[in-house]
């Protein structure tokens, strides 16, 4: 059974910055993408960032605009996702999840397990 456990989640004040980490169990955690999502309260669950099993690349939804950095560190079975210049829009459950593929996908639909979620809240 695969398990995927966030931590580093939390209340920051906008500007500032949180790291969030998921620790996998369970599965060769290199063989697959991992992905961050995201779910604000009455919004569907929005990609935010991606990262090949291998950690060489890497992909992020639109509106991270250079703010946020997705790594993995593939000894540790660990993802982590940086985000730096936080805004109150960014305030949201975040999730991690493993993907079925190597390489990166931005739709929920190839990603197979989920992580409970952690809450990032960002004041104004």
């Known amino acids: 059974q695969v398990q995927l456990v966030e931590s580093g989640g939390g209340l920051v004040q906008a500007g500032g910055s949180l790291r969030l980490s998921c620790a996998a169990s369970g599965r060769t955690f290199l063989t697959y993408a991992m992905g961050w999502f995201r779910q604000a309260p009455g919004k569907e669950r929005e990609f935010v960032a991606g990262?090949?099993?291998?950690?060489?690349?890497?992909y992020y939804g639109d509106f991270v605009k250079g703010r946020f950095i997705i790594s993995r560190d593939n000894a540790k079975s660990t993802a982590y996702l940086q985000m730096n210049s936080l805004k109150p829009e960014d305030t949201a459950v975040y999730y991690c999840a493993s993907s079925r593929r190597f390489s990166i996908a931005t739709s929920r639909n190839f990603y197979d397990y989920w992580g409970q979620g952690t809450q990032v809240t960002v004041s104004s």
């Open positions: 990262i090949s099993g291998a950690g060489t690349s890497t």
